[in-house]
């Protein structure tokens, strides 16, 4: 089978192809105009660098975007057999994170990389209309407050509580929208965002996490709440998460919240395989233009 793939430099042939589909687009698209509303008394000038393959052929077209800085992500969109055709071409970044494939993309992907730590996860989606702010009463040792960057040694804190051990830098709380909770001045949860776009009108609420001795209270509740009505009061029609599917506490709290259950996608991390181009010298692929080529698979 012939495909043709492409690099693409326009943002709307992007739109044009997530038409639809924002739940599984929400990354992409913030990613394309990766600020806020300069309403926001933080700064959103941080640049990310993208860059796009489109591919066409016999069963379908397919998307499959990079994210270069400051994290590595990857994101495919489409026909699986078009996505494997655009791999023989496009660059394949020696470490990356698979932010957003659908199942069916994975034995694709795992011809040019390996593929670990492999979650299957539901994208949630909700807008002004469907949302239902948060109605849990706090007690009166507990205080909800937006945090802000001179807060990230306390936020990194409360993230050392879980299994993971990311540290952010305080950068990721300048860029983004995070509330927390505090009980007796002691950070106990915390809600924020991945990437926000005032332009795209789009935005991605992760990094939930209460602290284990604060469980079963509807803090993550009440800080998702204060993260999504952050993000309506800025312009964002359309705002996304992704929750593991068997975390039936946390699936109920956001459907509470309006939040409606989506597509279902996997995450991974993501190593290339080397030597995996050089099998492009053994199938047809030929170059039709600087950034064009035909593929054959």
């Given at each position: ?72 992500l ?10 494997e ?13 698979l ?14 990389h ?108 009440v800080t998702?709440s204060?993260?999504?009505?952050s ?27 309006g ?17 995996y ?21």
């Amino acid at each position: 089978m012939d495909f043709r793939v492409w690099k693409s430099t326009s943002s709307d042939e992007v739109r044009e192809f997530l038409a639809g589909s924002h739940d599984l687009g929400a990354y992409a698209l913030a990613y394309l105009n990766p600020r806020a509303s300069t309403s926001l008394d933080i700064n959103f000038s941080t640049r990310y660098l993208t860059q796009y393959y489109f591919a066409s052929g016999p069963t379908g077209r397919s998307l499959i975007f990079y994210v270069n800085q400051p994290n590595s992500l990857l994101l495919t969109f489409g026909d699986k057999r078009a996505i494997e055709a655009t791999f023989l071409v496009a660059p394949s970044l020696r470490k990356s994170y698979l932010a957003t494939a659908s199942p069916e993309h994975l034995e694709s992907i795992a011809k040019s990389h390996r593929v670990s730590a492999v979650l299957t996860m539901n994208r949630m989606l909700t807008t002004e209309s469907s949302f239902k702010p948060a109605t849990v009463k706090l007690e009166a040792a507990f205080h909800l407050s937006r945090l802000r960057p001179e807060d990230i040694e306390e936020i990194n804190s409360l993230y050392r509580t879980g299994l993971g051990l990311n540290q952010y830098p305080a950068r990721v709380v300048s860029e983004g929208i995070y509330w927390g909770v505090r009980k007796s001045g002691m950070l106990a949860a915390i809600a924020g965002t991945h990437v926000i776009s005032g332009k795209e009108k789009v935005a991605v609420v992760g990094n939930v996490y209460t602290h284990p001795k604060a469980r079963g209270l509807g803090l993550a509740q009440v800080t998702t709440s204060a993260v999504t009505s952050s993000l309506l009061t800025i312009g964002c029609t359309e705002i996304v998460l992704t929750v593991d599917p068997e975390n039936m506490p946390a699936v109920s709290a956001y459907k509470r919240l309006g939040f409606n259950l989506k597509s279902e996608v996997i995450e991974g991390r993501l190593s290339r395989r080397r030597f995996y181009q050089v099998r492009k010298f053994f199938r047809k692929v030929k170059r039709s233009g600087s950034d064009d080529f035909v593929v054959t698979i």
